[in-house]
C-alpha cells in the first residue's frame, strides 16, 4: 500500500508559478515510477509527466520548457514545478505512483485566473 498526500495547489495570475508537492508514505525507490496527472473541468484525466526512480522524466507536450517534475528521495516526496501558467492549465492534479498497482492522492486544485 501506498498513500500520497498532495499539497501546493490554489490560485495563480497568469504567468505566475506554483510548486505541488506529493508526499509518499514509503520509498520512492519501491516504485516504478511516480507521476502527476491532471483533470480540467469537464475532460478526462491527462499525464502531465513522471519520473522513475532512476531519475528518468518523461513530460506531455504542453509541460516541456514550462513545469519541472523532480523528486526528492530522503523526503519521499515528488515535486511540480509549474512556470508560466497559463488559464488552460486549471485543473485538478493528481499525484499517481506505480508499485503493484497504481495509486493516486486525493488531488489539488490549481486554477490560473486573473
Known amino acids: 500500500q501506498v498513500q500520497l498526500v498532495e499539497s501546493g495547489g490554489g490560485l495563480v495570475q497568469p504567468g505566475g508559478s506554483l510548486r505541488l508537492s506529493c508526499a509518499a508514505s514509503?520509498?520512492?525507490?519501491?516504485?516504478?515510477?511516480m507521476g502527476w496527472y491532471r483533470q480540467p473541468p469537464g475532460k478526462q484525466r491527462e499525464l502531465v509527466a513522471s519520473?522513475?526512480?532512476?531519475?528518468?522524466?518523461n513530460y506531455a507536450d504542453y509541460a516541456k520548457g514550462r513545469f519541472t517534475i523532480s523528486s526528492d528521495t530522503a523526503k519521499n516526496t515528488v515535486y511540480l514545478q509549474m512556470n508560466s501558467l497559463k488559464p488552460e492549465d486549471t485543473a485538478v492534479y493528481y499525484c499517481?505512483?506505480?508499485?503493484?498497482?497504481?495509486?493516486w492522492g486525493q488531488g489539488t486544485q490549481v486554477t490560473v485566473s486573473s
Open positions: 514509503r520509498s520512492i525507490f519501491t516504485l516504478r515510477f
Open positions: 499517481s505512483a506505480m508499485g503493484s498497482r497504481v495509486y
Open positions: 519520473i522513475t526512480g532512476g531519475g528518468s522524466t
